[in-house]
């Protein structure tokens, strides 16, 4: 079904809320979707100051907003203020899609989704046999996290600066996930089929993230969160050693197929010419 068939008559209109939200590439990303399957929509960066979530959340819908994706620093807040929740989001504990529906709001987590089809679209060989090490305890850390675990990771070794939020997100996602100090990051690694940097470090501002990556498994395939830059010095060095790297980028282009679905009622496609648009000067 495309968006004209159906009898929602409400403005083709979505959004991005976030503080800051001018550098987000998501209005750029749903403007290409939006010209290559025909639809006259409109997508509004938001900027939103925390203090003024709820009444701006609220206020949308009445706005003939069909629905929001939510950014740093609501993702927690659009949860816990919608209606309903999906399975994911709840499981998760947070919300980066809304669909403001005739009955309440709908909260959604599309995050864990974007990262399992980009790691499989960027490294088709990976397999969930081995153990993966994933580095971070913060937000998207969680949404790798439950792709992992559902994909049936046997052993996810999770480090962190902070050792007690690593322990805290073992305790929430089961058994197979097993915190490691973050000293020991490049013990952990020994064996490991996959490495996923879900920190802030390698980002443009921040420090370098130090990982060795010898005594990852032959071919293993390492994915790097961060999209700015877009080839983080981890993603070099794991080219460089002939594994398989994987960039940020993917993560957020798939996280918005859903969306894009859900408020327009097309299923729209992730291929070069959408990488090509969000990256474009
Ligand atoms: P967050 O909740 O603030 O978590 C940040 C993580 O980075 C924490 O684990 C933190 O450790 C760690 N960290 C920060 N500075 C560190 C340092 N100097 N040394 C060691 N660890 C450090 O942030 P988030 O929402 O999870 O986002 C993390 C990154 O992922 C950001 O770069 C974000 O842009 C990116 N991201 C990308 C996508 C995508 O679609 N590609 C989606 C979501 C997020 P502590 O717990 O010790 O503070």
């Known amino acids: 079904m495309t968006a ?57 819908p009445k706005a003939g907003f069909r629905g929001v994706n939510v950014t740093i620093p609501h993702k927690e807040a659009a949860l816990a203020l919608a209606d309903r929740a999906t399975e994911r989001a709840r499981a998760i504990g947070a919300a980066n899609m809304i669909r403001f529906d005739p009955d309440g709001i709908l909260a959604d987590n599309t995050d864990a989704y974007g990262f399992i089809e980009s790691l499989r679209a960027g490294a088709p060989a990976w397999s969930c046999d081995l153990p993966a090490l994933v580095l971070g305890a913060g937000g998207a850390a969680r949404a790798v996290l439950h792709a992992l675990v559902a994909e049936g990771v046997p052993a996810i070794r999770l480090a962190n600066r902070t050792p007690a939020k690593a322990e805290r997100l073992a305790e929430a996602f089961g058994p197979a996930v097993e915190p490691v100090d973050w000293e020991r990051r490049g013990w952990a690694s020994e064996g490991a089929g996959l490495l996923v940097n879900t920190t802030s470090l390698g980002m443009a501002g921040q420090p370098q993230l130090t990982m060795p990556l010898e005594g990852l498994a032959p071919g293993a395939a390492v994915l790097d969160i961060v999209y700015a830059p877009l080839e983080t010095p981890l993603l070099a060095e794991a080219r460089a050693r002939g594994l398989t790297a994987v960039d940020g980028l993917g993560m957020l282009l798939h996280q918005a197929r859903p969306a894009f679905h859900a408020w327009f009622g097309i299923d729209p496609e992730v291929d070069g010419a959408l990488r090509d648009a969000c990256l474009a000067p």
């Open 4 to 60: 004209t068939e159906t009898r929602d008559d409400r403005p083709l209109t979505a959004g991005v809320m976030g503080w800051p939200v001018a550098h987000s590439k998501s209005p750029r990303l749903f403007g290409h979707w939006f010209a290559r399957y025909g639809v006259p929509g409109t997508y509004a960066p938001l900027a939103v100051r925390a203090q003024d979530f709820e009444t701006v959340y609220r206020a949308l």
